[in-house]
Each structure stands twice: as structure tokens, then as C-alpha cells.
């Protein structure tokens, strides 16, 4: 890895592990809201602080860079790198004292994602990866499955927080192809866990809709790290803005396009 990256990649783990406190510290005595008229859609004084925390150890540390992040936007300024934050990933699950969820934080340099940390605090867990350099869980080498075929895999997925729209119908329609073609689909409550997981073994295959940066952009670089793949539902390449994504370890990835998200 070269220089400038492990300086990243030391800043996101000590920042991503730090936030991880406070949101222990906060869950004592949280607080939950709704965001707009959306009763599904919970925001936490542990999100608000969280983000706070990252963007202000962002700001002190590299003042130029520009910041995305879920609960306060973008910031205004021009910079070849990007931090791309969820400062709690699983909002739902923390709301209801369901341990996983995660601070999730990825830096992009002109459209590449080069580093990125899931760091789940209740779990123990912190995967990184940076550009090149492998993906890890706890400082171990990770690696996706070898599972080869979609009935002997083990999948995830997660569905809109709109429960009325034509998108809520397409993905429990995705479910159902899955439940029929595979040994099981999880619905923990966290993407950017369930990419976590994939990249390490623990799942074969991730497919959602409306997904945001923040959820998917340290999982898209840890996955490939770990040899996985990461496209669109049509199977054509990812952008930090993608919405609806298929993630597998690679060798099941055109039988969940083909068998899950093409036929419904
Ligand atoms: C959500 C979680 C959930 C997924 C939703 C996301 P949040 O993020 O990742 O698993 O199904 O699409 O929005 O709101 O907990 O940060
Ligand atoms: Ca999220
Ligand atoms: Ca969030």
C-alpha cells in the first residue's frame, strides 16, 4: 500500500473506532425521531452525533477534502477526494437495541474508491480494505465463498423504506426468487454489514434497491478486495451513486441476475 493510503486508512480506522464509543456512550439513553412524515424511516441522536464527530476529525485532519455524508449532505468546496459517511448503519437496529450496525466510512480519489471501514462496535468487528491492498476483518485476511451455485448459496438482502411503492412489490418479489433458488435469504437490517459478511464467507450473494453511497461504498471496494463483485442489477458496472446492486463472491453472480432480480 502505498504511503498516502495507509495514512488514510489509519485516520478511518481510529475514526471510525472512536465513533464507535460514542454511539455505545449515546445508546445509554438515546433518543429516536422520524425523518419527515416516514414513520419507518428513524433517525437517533447517536446518528447526529456520530456524523458530527467523523465530519469534525474530517475537517480538522484534511481541510480540503470534500465530505458526503447521510444526515447533514454534502459540503460545498472542490477536491479530487471524497469521504463518503453513514454514521450509523442499521438505525432501525439500534432503535430497538439490536447489535448490528455499523459506522461505515469510504474515501473516493477522482471515482476510485481507495479505502474503506465497516466498523460494527456492538459485533467487535472492523473490516477495512484499501485500493490493491486486500480486504481484512480484525487485521485477518478475508476472502469471498467458493459456493458456485445459487442453490447452495446463503444470501441477504434488504427492502425500501417506502413500503407502498412498484419498488417495495419488485423486491419482495426478489425474496421470494431467492427463498426459491437458494438455502435462505437474511434480512439483518445493515447493508453495509451484509457486504461485510459477503466479503468475508458468511453470505454468498447481496442484492437491494434504492441503496445511497454511504451504505455501499466501503463494501464495494472490501468485496472486491476480498475477490467478490459488485454491479448493477443488469450486471454492468458500479458507480458510487448506484441504487440497485447485485454483490456475490463472483461465481454466483450471473444466477442471482438471471434467476432473482430479472424474473419478477
Ligand atoms: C439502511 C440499512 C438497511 C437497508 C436500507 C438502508 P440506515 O440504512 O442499511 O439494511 O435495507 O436500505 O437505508 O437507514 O440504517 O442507515
Ligand atoms: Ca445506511
Ligand atoms: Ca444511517
Redesign the pocket.
Known sequence: MNNQNQVFLDFTLKTAKKAGELIIKILESNTVNFKGDDQNNLVTQA?LESEKFITAAIKENFPDHQILG??YGKTENQSEFMWVL????G?NNIAHGHPYFAVNIGLIQNEEIIVGVTHAPKLNETWHASKGAGAFLNDKQIKVSKTKTLSKSLLSTGFPYDRKGELYEKAMNHYHNAMQNSHGVRRQGAAAIDMAYLATSRLDGFFEFTLKP?DIVPGILIIEEAGGKVTNMDGSKVDIYAENIVASNNKIHEEIIEKIVTEC
Open positions: 446518528d447521510e444526515e453513514d454514521p450509523v448503519d438505525t454511504w
